[in-house]
């Protein structure tokens, strides 16, 4: 039982490249989420899904898109990295919606750099 | 929207001794979920503890506790016997009405031995 893994863990990207970050949870989990970490910030929420098939807008979601093609997996993609998009990367998954007390399982994260 | 704010970026504390994190969050929920996740330095989030709020009775686990005051809406953290392991972030969250966590911004601890 691995949890929920990422790929890669780092990462160094030129302004403009693209890359696709993914998550990947062997729970059975509905509910995934991609967040990021900067310093001296909590984590912020970028996208979601409730379930395979299903993605939505979080906080901040502009210059990232997301597919829910398998219910295991949920990537993330940067079309056009941008200096601002350097940070650490979260993916989560729960069972159910956290509101409801549900713990949420985090993966290891993925060090981003866009130069 | 909910909001989670968490006024102290530093904290220290002797080995062996108490230390109490300090976390106030507004939400417009009558029903909800408040956590405490810790982040040590291999960045892997790792829940603490989670008190419901309907639940007067304070959460425990171990040698983490939490002070709930529903009416003043804080949600503060004690770690006793603090050991050298416990140095880490220490994010408080509550749930997000997108199923997500809301977090504050964090308490950085430090344990000296």
């Known amino acids: 039982n691995a949890g929920v893994t990422q790929t890669p863990k780092f990462r160094v990207l030129k302004t403009g490249q693209s890359m696709t970050l993914l998550c990947a949870q062997d729970?059975?989990?509905?509910?995934m989420y991609w967040y990021r970490q900067d310093p001296g910030m909590g984590l912020r929420l970028i996208h979601y899904s409730v379930g395979e098939g299903t993605t939505a807008k979080g906080e901040v979601p502009d210059g990232y898109n997301v597919s829910r093609l398998k219910k295991q997996n949920f990537l993330l993609g940067l079309e056009s990295a941008a200096p601002s998009q350097t940070s650490v990367y979260f993916c989560?998954?729960?069972?159910?919606?956290?509101?409801?007390?549900?713990?949420?399982?985090f993966g290891p994260g993925t060090r981003l750099t866009v130069t | 929207a909910q909001t989670v704010t968490q006024s102290q970026p530093e904290m220290s504390v002797q080995e062996a001794e108490t230390v109490t994190l300090s976390c106030t969050y507004d939400?417009?929920?009558?029903?909800?979920?408040l956590f405490w996740y810790k982040q040590p330095p291999s960045r892997q989030m790792i829940l603490v503890i989670r008190?419901?709020?309907?639940?007067?009775q304070n959460a425990t686990e171990n040698r983490f506790s939490v002070n709930f005051q529903k009416a003043a809406k804080s949600f503060s953290l004690k770690i006793s016997d603090s050991q050298l392991g416990d140095a880490a972030m220490y994010f408080c969250a509550t749930g997000g009405s997108q199923g997500n966590l809301i977090f504050g911004k964090g308490t950085k601890l430090s344990v000296k031995p």
């Open positions: 989560a998954s729960s069972y159910s919606p956290v509101a409801g007390g549900t713990e949420q399982y």
């Open positions: 008190q419901e709020a309907y639940k007067q």
């Open positions: 939400t417009s929920e009558s029903d909800y979920y």
């Open positions: 729970m059975n989990h509905e509910y």
